[in-house]
């Protein structure tokens, strides 16, 4: 993150960081709320599996899990779709010169975020999201986010937490291959309704697309290897 200019960029920055981290805790703790009360009606095992797991895996907490993750839209959707479109300023962060991070990276995670909240959720499956992928997915980026805004938040205001550092350049080995497949998860839902309204041929090219995931995931891997190697290894140099 670039030092900021003057004091109030900086305080603008200190304020969309911690309003950023709030957010994304408040949604992963609504998310963990959510998980943890037992479902009240309908099985997506039983309408995603043809019945062959009811009767034959007993009820309890891991059935139950399943049961709510599936129903997770309900409760967090329209929240997680306003605090991520609020994500399109930091592209403009980068072009302000406010921020030093790589453009094209931070492009790539924005587009394919707004995508899926605003194209694939909200447009193509009408808020009818009935599918555990979509709580993965949260899980995922609602801790990816809250560790990165905390991180940023505190080193503008002139310190470092080691273990927030950790964190912020360790978690991503889980939680961006948790994300991407999630992501494409929710796209593989979306894909009857591609070609109910659009045809086939848009089906195909959304199949298409769906194999740019990966190329995505392995440029953001790359790039957030080399950020581990920068900052990890430099903080184990200075304390050498």
């Known amino acids: 993150m670039a030092?900021?200019?003057?004091?109030l960029v900086k305080a603008y920055l200190i304020t969309y960081n911690t309003l950023s981290c709030a957010a994304w805790a408040y949604i992963l703790f609504s998310l963990g709320l959510h998980l943890a009360t037992p479902p009240t009606s309908g099985s997506w095992l039983s309408r995603h599996v043809g019945g062959i797991l009811d009767g034959n895996v007993p009820a309890g907490w891991a059935y139950d899990l399943i049961e709510r993750s599936s129903t997770s839209y309900d409760s967090i959707g329209d929240l997680v779709r306003i605090?991520?479109?609020?994500?399109?300023?930091?592209p403009i962060h980068i072009l302000l010169g406010w921020v030093r991070s790589g453009l094209p990276t931070t492009m790539l995670q924005v587009i394919s975020r707004e995508t899926m909240v605003w194209l694939v959720c909200h447009t193509l499956l009408e808020d009818q999201v009935e599918a555990p992928a979509h709580t993965g997915?949260?899980?995922a980026w609602s801790i990816t986010e809250v560790v990165r805004y905390t991180t940023y938040a505190t080193s503008l205001l002139g310190f470092k937490i080691a273990a927030l550092e950790w964190l912020r350049y360790s978690m991503f080995y889980v939680l961006y291959p948790l994300g991407a497949v999630t992501e494409m998860?929710?796209?593989?839902e979306a894909l009857p309704v591609i070609e109910e309204r659009y045809g086939k041929t848009a089906q195909m090219g959304s199949i298409v697309l769906m194999m740019y995931w990966p190329l995505g995931l392995v440029r953001m891997m790359t790039y957030m290897g080399q950020q581990r190697s920068k900052y990890l290894n430099a903080d184990r140099t200075k304390t050498t």
Do not use: C, D
């Not at 030092?3 to 004091?7: F, H, I, L, T």
């Not at 605090?83 to 930091?90: K, P």
């Open 137 to 139: 997915m949260v899980l």
């Open 185 to 188: 998860g929710l796209m593989y």
């Open 83 to 90: 605090v991520q479109t609020f994500a399109i300023l930091e």
């Open 3 to 7: 030092k900021p200019q003057n004091g």
